[in-house]
């Protein structure tokens, strides 16, 4: 990651708030600034949970006050699972509100959320608060989704067994 250099030295105020969620995070990761689009990009790398992990990319706009966030799995579904995986999606959604997950027809996978925060004031918290919710999904159905997209294992099987494992938890 690099920062681009700017002409001057007053930031953009999601390179602000970027730096915020950062520090909180206790995160030292750079990313790129682009002063003409008055956007900030981050890309790093994440750790989802034993034997997972993944890229975050967060982008955000100063002209359009529009944050959004990636998290791409670090798994490719296989063609033929892709129909079983986007059954698989749609239970998760069902059972996790926040954001959503797609596979893209090059197998891709990923979960993602849009906040417009025209006419708020968003700090560090607030990126922090749509990244944690993110995280916490992949984190919740990796084994899930990677049981779909890379074995024989059915969507309606695999949310069968995450629902009796979780109704055993409670």
Request: overall charge negative; some cysteine.
């Amino acid at each position: 990651h690099e920062r681009k250099s700017m002409k001057t030295d007053v930031k953009l105020k999601y390179q602000i708030i970027l730096d915020d969620f950062l520090k909180m995070r206790g995160w030292t990761d750079e990313y790129e600034v682009d002063t003409e689009a008055e956007s900030v990009t981050l890309h790093t790398k994440l750790n989802i949970s034993e034997g997972h992990s993944g890229n975050l990319i967060i982008e955000a706009s100063d002209k359009n006050d529009l944050v959004d966030v990636y998290i791409y799995f670090g798994i490719t579904c296989k063609d033929a699972k892709q129909d079983e995986l986007v059954k698989l999606f749609n239970s998760i959604h069902q059972r996790w509100h926040y954001g959503h997950f797609m596979v893209f027809p090059d197998g891709h996978i990923r979960w993602s959320h849009g906040v417009d925060f025209e006419g708020s004031h968003p700090t560090g918290a607030s990126l922090n608060r749509i990244v944690s919710p993110g995280w916490g999904a992949a984190e919740e159905f990796a084994d899930v989704i990677s049981a779909v997209a890379l074995t024989k294992q059915t969507a309606s099987d695999a949310i069968r067994e995450y629902d009796e494992t979780k109704s055993e938890e409670e």
